[in-house]
């Protein structure tokens, strides 16, 4: 299947500061990538769909202003949560369709964000 | 809206055994896919199965099979054969009509596999 990568893996910061997550495609382009929120034992929240080439799709109720995505190329998009607060502590994942078949989403490992 | 629903937070089932995981869900899209994610302890997505909502076929991958019933808006998941390394974090999703990689998760359901 295809690969789909994040960085870093955890990351613990000051509240105020900002925290970049980058997601790659490996193997494959993906002119489109999602990110998704998820609280401990919970369920996978959409935050925003990335679009190559063009502004980000953020669902209702996501700060577009304080989750800044950026689709740098075919296979990377970055998410930078801005001026975190310990709120912000989450696992973001990112996902790409993937190979040949489009339908299926294929997941990053995830990154593990603690805002002390 | 689309919502997920998944009626039971925690599963168990013995090795070499047959366990079934329920999950309904609600869309008002014409044309939809319908996913089984796994969840292990590590956090990776892992893909178990998916449903084209056109095909009436239930969909099977080697130990794995959903019971698709459209009307109903019911789609499980039938582990066949349970292997201690099936137990994790299941959850269902929709996809949000034509836009694939918008997915409705379910809440999930926690599945314990005894040895």
């Known amino acids: 299947g295809a690969v789909v990568s994040q960085h870093p893996s955890w990351v613990i910061c000051k509240s105020g500061t900002s925290v970049k997550i980058e997601c790659r495609s490996l193997d494959f382009q993906a002119t489109t990538m999602f990110w998704y929120r998820q609280f401990p034992k919970q369920s996978l929240m959409l935050m925003a769909t990335?679009?190559?080439?063009?502004?980000?799709?953020?669902e209702q109720g996501v700060e577009k202003d304080k989750f800044l995505i950026n689709h740098a190329s075919l296979t990377l998009s970055t998410l930078t949560v801005t001026s975190a607060h310990p709120e912000d502590s989450s696992f973001y994942i990112c996902?790409?369709?993937?190979?040949?078949?489009?339908?299926?989403?294929?997941f990053g490992p995830g990154t593990r964000l603690l805002v002390l | 809206a689309q919502t997920v629903t998944q009626s039971q937070p925690e599963m168990s089932v013995q090795e070499a055994e047959t366990v079934t995981l329920s999950c309904t869900y609600d869309?008002?899209?014409?044309?939809?896919?319908l996913f089984w994610y796994k969840q292990p302890p590590s956090r990776q997505m892992i893909l178990v199965i998916r449903q084209e909502a056109y095909k009436q076929q239930n969909a099977t991958e080697n130990r794995f099979s959903v019971n698709f019933q459209k009307a109903a808006k019911s789609f499980s998941l039938k582990i066949s054969d349970s292997q201690l390394g099936d137990a994790a974090m299941y959850f269902c999703a929709s996809s949000r009509g034509s836009t694939l990689g918008r997915l409705y998760f379910g809440r999930g359901t926690q599945l314990t596999v005894w040895p």
């Open positions: 990335s679009n190559e080439g063009s502004k980000a799709t953020y």
């Open positions: 996902s790409a369709p993937g190979g040949q078949v489009r339908e299926t989403q294929y």
């Open positions: 869309t008002s899209e014409s044309d939809y896919y």
